[in-house]
Structures are given as C-alpha cells and as structure tokens.
C-alpha cells in the first residue's frame, strides 16, 4: 500500500474507533451496557466436565439447539431448531436415521418417586414430533411422537407404535407395538393400519434427507450466504406476489 | 476442582474418566444391575464437528431458491429461525424462540398477525384434506405461545390461545377463538364465530359482536408491543466489530 493508501486506512480507522466510542457512549447515556457482552455464547455441543457429545458425522445438530453431557446421535439423525437435549445427569443416546423435530426438550432425570432413574434411548429411525417433552423414556425403533406430546419418567413406546398430538402420557405406561395412544391422560385409541406404519419410516427417510438440506444452508459461511444472496437478488424473477404487493393487476 | 477434573481427563483413557466413584451405592446401579441398559453405541466424536461457532443461529435461512422474505415493519426477534418459504408480512411479528420452517410447503403470517414466543409452524408435503398444505395465518390473528401448527389455514381475525396444536388440513374460520391448550385433530373445520376449547377441540359457545371486534383490537395492540421492541435494534447490528476483535485475539486473518 502506498503512503497516500495507508494515510487513507490510518484516516478510515480512526474515523471507525471514533464512531465506535461514540456508540459506546450513547449506550452509556442510555444505561445500556449491552456493548460489554460479548458475541453469542451458545455452545450447541456443551460437555459437562468429562460428559461430552458425541455426534456423528452424518448427523444434523441446528446451531440453536442444546446437546449438552452425555448424549450420543447415531448417522443420519437429525436435531432440529431450538432442542434441548440434557444428558447432565444421565446419557441420552439417540440411534440413526431419528429425527428430534424442533423445540423438543429431552432430559434425563436425577431422582423420581419410585426411585428408578433411567438413561434415555431413543432406537433407530424415531420421529419425534415438534415441541415433544421427553423424559427419562425409552422410545424404540420406528416409533412416532406426535408434536406436542409430553413423556413422563418409565415411559416405554415400542417398536410401531404411535403416540398422538398433544398427548401426556404418564408415568411407566407401557405402549404397546402397532397401537395409537393419546390424550391427557394418554389411553389406548386404536391400533395402527399396515400403511401407516410403512408411513413412520417413510417418514424418519424424508427428515433425514430434508436435514441434509438444512445442514449444508446452516453450514455455509459468511461469504457463501452472503454470495447467494446476492445472487437470488440479481437472478430470482420476480414471482406473482412481488406483482401483487407492487399493485399489478392482471 | 475443575482443574483437576481438567487434568484428569487429559491423563485418563477417555472411557475410564466417565467413572465416578460412589456410583456403586445409587438406586441407578442396581436398577442398571437388574437389567442391564444396551452398551452405549461407540460413536467418535468427529474432530471437525464445531462445538461453538461464534455466529450462532442465522435467523433466515434460505433452502434452494426459496428464501424468507421478511416485510420491512414487520418485528422478527433475532431468536426465531425461518427456513424455507416463509413470508411474513406488513404488521406481523414473529416473537422470540419461534421456528418457522417452510421447507416442504410455503408458510405465510399475515399482515398484523403474530406468532408468539415458542412457536412452531410448520407446512407438510400434503394435506389429508386433499388442499393444498400449506401454513396461511391470514390477517389480524394472533397465535398464542407455545402453540404448533401444521398446514393449517387460519382465516382473518382469529384468536388461537396458548400451547394450543393445530394439525394438518385443520380450518380455522373468522372470528373464532380458540381457547388454550386445545388440540384440532387433523382436517378440523372450526365454524365462525365460534369458541372451541379442549383435547380434541369441541365446541364451548357462540362468541357475542362485542368479542368479535375486540380480536383486530389485540392483534393490533400486539403490533404496537412489537413496535417498541422493533425501535430496542439499529438497521444494522455492530456485531460485526465483535467479529474483528476476536478474529484479531485470535490471530485469523480478516
């Protein structure tokens, strides 16, 4: 860089330091000290001490979601936006091709009424619906978990078997294969057709290849995204509802 | 304490370190000694995985040619994640902690609508109903928190309470409340006019005019809650100069 250049960049940076200490003291005056707290701290993988995630290569972790402890995810799973999985007290273990759909929260817990404290495992090719609440349950292989469902501690979901939106379903309640449970309390519904069952894990295949869409978009850095965008603005025509909102009729 | 733990793991072979002493003595080793748990699946931990990345969660992200398109007034907290087709519109706000994700059908929040904090709004492939599945929150409704929907269509001026779960091909008519906690089993028609509570939802009592024209009233006081909270950002954040100072500490060439 030349003189003239390095005078323009010394002239740029004290410009930039000035307007910098100047925000800060707008933010003084304004009682905000929020210029003191440092970049986003979430730590999607997090170890307690000597628990650690362990992740497969495969898998897709969203950047807002919670591992932390114990917790083990097998290939081709996925966790989606906003989950919280705990395994501080005890470990969790998510098998392959399961999918924890978004803002779920799986805990372990610590110590129950009855005593039992049970690690979670969660089998092979598991479709846990949106905002599920699983605690301290066993879900085996290619079971669904309506959105919205809340397992209590002892819970065991066997394999096929289906637990409905929104359901509670208390305390060592045992679902047995092929059947619907729901509702609050959770009861037996009915049982499960055969092309619902091929439905499950039909579905657990579509989240896994809909997560290797999401992984590879959340994986893209600066330069990428910021590429792309540019790219849409300049190449994307614009669609019927630019029209509408601009006012063009016909 | 942490120290030595620090220590200690680096000392031990990484299976001995998960053993802590006294575990002999707790109610889980003799519920693990009556019937033995499945070994833990040995997965290694992949070196390249991040376990923090400085950036966190990008608040829209774009899958194919589909990317959010967010409307200039409209609130949406830095929290909520749009991936796919989403359009929020003029007046909407979306609050903090909500997951809009139109990657299998489009999602759209109207104008003056909100979707509150906790949400989860989601599109399937297909409807059961045979319609198209996708997520049109119309005008003037207000989704309460912690609610999840599913390929629904809610229509002008509606109230959906709190923790409430709307499933797929589900109709929610104008001017109709949903009271909290309800659950609209899949293909649901909710009439106008009409208040609807329960798991599965079932019809409560006709709503009287004066209630009717109170539902735009809160749908609006929400937009101006979310005016206030619009004004707390700048156009454009300075995390950016967060970005140069640790890159600089670290030594990563910007």
């Not at chain 2, 992949?46 to 609130?75: F, M, T």
Request: glycine share 8%; aromatic share 8%.
């Amino acid at each position: 860089m030349g003189t003239m250049g390095r005078a323009f960049y010394a002239v740029g940076f004290w410009i930039r330091e000035t307007g910098q200490a100047l925000d800060r003291l707008g933010s003084r005056l304004q009682g905000n000290y929020l210029f003191q707290e440092q970049l986003s701290r979430h730590r999607t993988l997090m170890n307690l001490f000597e628990k650690a995630p362990s992740v497969a290569k495969n898998a897709f972790v969203a950047p807002n979601a919670s591992l932390t402890g114990e917790v083990y995810v097998g290939p081709s799973s996925s966790i989606w936006y906003g989950c919280v999985v705990r395994g501080d007290v005890n470990s969790v273990s998510i098998g392959s091709g399961t999918n924890i759909q978004d803002n779920s929260l799986i805990h372990v817990a610590k110590s129950n009424i009855a005593g039992k404290v049970l690690p979670i495992h969660i089998g092979d090719n598991v479709t846990v619906g949106h905002s599920a609440v699983l605690h301290s349950c066993t879900v085996e292989d290619e079971a669904f978990i309506g959105m919205g469902a809340t397992l209590l501690d002892g819970v065991v979901v066997e394999k096929h078997a289906m637990v409905a939106a929104g359901a509670l379903v208390r305390q060592n309640t045992r679902i047995p294969s092929g059947e619907i449970w729901g509702g609050n309390p959770a009861k037996f519904l009915r049982n499960l057709k055969d092309d619902e069952i091929a439905f499950i894990s039909q579905s657990a295949t579509n989240y896994a290849n809909l997560a290797e869409a999401h992984a590879a978009e959340n994986a893209k850095d600066f330069d990428k995204s910021e590429l792309e965008k540019v790219l849409q603005k300049k190449f994307t025509g614009q669609d019927g509802e630019y029209d509408l909102k601009a006012g063009v009729v016909g | 304490m942490a120290t030595i733990t620090r220590l200690c793991r680096r000392i031990l072979p990484r299976a001995q370190s998960t053993w802590v002493p006294g575990r002999d003595f707790s109610a889980e080793a003799a519920q693990a000694a009556e019937n033995p748990a499945p070994p833990a699946p040995l997965i290694r931990e992949s070196p390249d995985r991040v376990k923090w990345d400085y950036r966190g969660q990008r608040q829209a992200i774009p899958l194919g040619q589909w990317a959010p398109k967010i409307a200039v007034d409209a609130y949406v907290a830095p929290n909520v994640v749009l991936a796919g087709q989403v359009v929020v519109w003029d007046g909407a706000s979306v609050w903090p902690g909500a997951v809009l994700r139109g990657d299998l059908n489009k999602i759209s929040v109207g104008f003056c609508s909100n979707v509150q904090e906790r949400c989860v709004v989601h599109a399937a492939w297909s409807s059961p109903t045979g319609l198209p599945a996708e997520t049109l929150i119309e005008r003037f409704v207000t989704i309460g928190a912690y609610s999840l929907l599913r390929s629904c269509t809610i229509e002008p001026e509606c109230i959906i309470g709190q923790h409430s779960i709307l499933m797929e091909g589900s109709l929610v008519e104008t001017h109709s409340i949903l009271e909290a906690g309800s659950v609209v089993p899949p293909g649901r028609r909710i009439p106008s006019g009409e208040l609807w509570a329960g798991n599965p939802a079932k019809f409560v009592r006709a709503l009287t005019h004066e209630e009717t024209l109170e539902i735009p009233k809160l749908a609006v006081a929400i937009n101006d809650l979310s005016r206030s909270y619009c004004s707390e950002f700048l156009p454009y954040s300075t995390a950016y100069l967060e970005v140069e100072k640790l890159k600089k500490s670290l030594g990563i060439s910007i």
